[in-house]
């Protein structure tokens, strides 16, 4: 053999091998693209589901927001139609006159005057459009006078300073209680829970 055609074997042998290389490479290039291009689905999949998990949040968010904004204005809506309701009441309560004031008036004196029975002087107070009506009320106990006006819708606040009490038989008291012992019965009735 000559050395030409050792050369040239050799020059084969490294062109076969050059060959096979560059396919490997371009093989192994093809893998790596291919597993590249998997992982960037991947990655582009999990970052859509991070994305819709996202927009579901932020929707719940929202969605519980919104619910409690319309809550918290249909509580409002509620509180300021039972303070319309309550307001028309003691409209109503302070506007009573005449024999029904006088028997309402007498009636809470006499609930009132049932804590002073051992008691010498008791002051009767009431509203100031009253104090002719509590004077001709008063009358009926002994012991009793009118003092100082209140203010007040009506009715009484009595008082003695010898047994250091006081009762508060107003018109305002009475609505209070009845108004507290029954306002889930009164919003029930207006929003017809």
């Known amino acids: 053999m000559s050395l030409d055609t050792v050369v040239e074997d050799i020059r084969d042998e490294a062109r076969a091998r050059a060959e096979e290389i560059r396919t490997e490479g371009k093989e192994r290039a ?105 004077e001709s009320v008063v009358e009926d106990y002994d012991g009793f006078e009118v003092g100082d006006p209140v203010d007040c819708f009506g009715g009484v606040t009595v008082e003695s300073e010898e047994s250091r009490v006081r009762v508060n038989n107003t018109f305002d008291s009475v609505l209070e209680e009845v108004w507290e012992e029954n306002l889930r019965e009164i919003s029930a009735r207006l929003f017809e829970e």
């Open 30 to 134: 093809e893998e790596i693209v291919s597993e590249a291009e998997r992982d960037a689905e991947d990655i582009r999949e999990e970052a859509e589901r991070e994305v819709e998990r996202a927009i579901d949040q932020e929707r719940e968010q929202r969605l519980s927001s919104a619910k409690l904004e319309a809550k918290q204005e249909r509580l409002e809506a509620r509180r300021e139609v039972l303070e319309e309701v309550r307001d028309d009441v003691e409209a109503q309560i302070a506007d009573i006159d005449g024999e029904e004031r006088e028997e309402l008036t007498r009636t809470l004196l006499d609930a009132a005057a049932e804590e002073f029975e051992d008691v010498e002087t008791v002051v009767v107070h009431g509203r100031a459009d009253d104090t002719e009506l509590l």
